[in-house]
């Protein structure tokens, strides 16, 4: 049962991969279900965007292409309405993909390159991580507070413009994009519907942005 306050106001991107089902229990929890968007026809009424991703970019890209949401999640992107990117989605709103020389939507200015070589660290990186909080944004607080993540992932965004990063976490002795975001559209690397309590508190801390302080767009 879909909540009536919420009334397809939030929408899933179904490109038929990635954690979809777990980011919508993460959001069945909180008590905010959201509709599955499999085509443009699916956005009608919506307010705001999950676009959810693990495995790789190009066959991601691909799926993207076969429901023909491609060109309206760029209008969407560039009408700076509500996105959350999650691990593989923050990378494909990117412009561009190493992994497998495979444009993405664009949304965000940079690339997507493979994790920096380290000597003692493997590849992909997984399991939990304490973010470096940069600057607030309705994602993450200012208070101080590390909170500790999961992640899985082997490459990287490297944003064109560093203004836009908002976390970031070690990988060895490197430091690497966590969170970005940008008026209304933000991502992170790692999965919050997999990180506990504190991935939870990032869910609610979107959803209470999404209801309290981005409608002013409608």
Not at 96 to 109: H, N, T, V
Request: neutral net charge; aromatic residues 10%.
């Amino acid at each position: 049962m879909m909540s009536s306050r919420l009334s397809r106001r939030l929408g899933i991107v179904d490109y038929g991969v990635g954690n979809l089902h777990s980011v919508g229990k993460a959001l069945e929890r909180l008590g905010e279900p959201a509709v599955l968007v499999q085509s443009h026809n699916d956005l009608v009424g919506l307010e705001a965007l999950i676009l959810p991703g693990v495995g790789s970019f190009g066959p991601a890209m691909d799926s993207l292409y076969s429901t023909g949401l491609v060109p309206y999640l760029r209008a969407w992107g560039e009408a700076n309405r509500p996105i959350l990117g999650i691990c593989l989605g923050l990378q494909l709103l990117f412009e561009y993909s190493a992994e497998d020389e495979k444009e993405g939507l664009g949304i965000f200015q940079g690339s997507v390159e493979r994790l920096p070589h380290q000597i003692d660290e493997r590849v992909p990186h997984m399991g939990w991580a304490p973010l470096r909080v940069r600057r607030s944004c309705p994602l993450l607080s200012d208070d101080g507070a590390a909170p500790w993540v999961y992640f899985v992932h082997s490459y990287v965004a490297v944003p064109r413009n560093a203004a836009v990063l908002a976390a970031t976490v070690n990988y060895g002795t490197s430091t690497v994009t966590a969170v970005v975001w940008s008026g209304r559209v933000g991502a992170c690397q790692f999965h919050p519907e997999k990180s506990s309590s504190a991935g939870e508190a990032i869910l609610k801390r979107w959803l209470h942005w999404l209801y309290q302080s981005a409608g002013s767009y409608l």
